[in-house]
């Protein structure tokens, strides 16, 4: 088992028959050095091991990134909003209640770009989930602006309302921030899941803009009125815009 030159013992015998070649083997193996057992069995080989195995490691373990701490804390965050906002939610509406509907606050202006970025990118994420939306634009009928002040009655003027602003059922769901942390959260499907389905083909009449001109007046907001000696009246069927509701595509105002 073991290699000829850790068995054999030097001689005078073996030394003078030996060859040339061996002789160099022998003395290479000499200038090297010699392997030692402290017995022909293999429990040393175990204790070794065994020692080795109860060493403990020196390795420290690997820190973790910044990177990864981040991650860990934004996912945290967004998880503590989702439920704060779902907080506020009451439980739904028995069956035979009031329909539970989604209506949106939003403006379609230009004007502060923040504000249009935050509309576009709520009305975007309500329509990915298919569902039946009340969009109304602050934009194309200002009366929504006094009807949004008198829904969230802690704002001391109707001109401090931010927008967007969504309702679910009635009850207020937030703005902007609270529909991305309950998207990102994956809340948000569950808690607009009682509307309806939204229709996937655009309207004949409107287009899908859901406002059209007012057929009383023809879009002008004035009419003729005889009364007190006849003159042109505001119109009262359309908004100061001379529009009204599409009322094909348009669910009616509650």
Known sequence: ???????????????????????????????????????????????????????????????????????????????ASALRALRTLQAPPPAGAAERRVVLYFTSLHVVRGTYEDCRAVRAILRGLRVAVDERDLAMDPRYLHELAALLPRLASPRRATLPQVFVGGRHLGGADEVRRLHEAGELRRVVGGAGAASLAACGRCGGEQYVLCGTCDGSHKRYSAKGGGGFRACAGCNENGLVRCPDCSPPDV
């Open 1 to 79: 088992m073991w290699l000829p030159w850790v068995k054999t013992r030097p001689s005078s015998a073996t030394s003078t028959s030996t060859s040339p070649s061996s002789t160099a083997l022998v003395a290479a193996a000499a200038a090297s050095p010699r392997l030692s057992f402290s017995s022909p069995s293999l429990k040393d080989l175990q204790a070794l091991l065994l020692s080795d195995a109860a060493t403990p490691s020196l390795q420290p373990a690997a820190p973790c990134s910044p990177s990864s701490r981040v991650r860990v804390f934004h996912r945290v965050r967004v998880a």
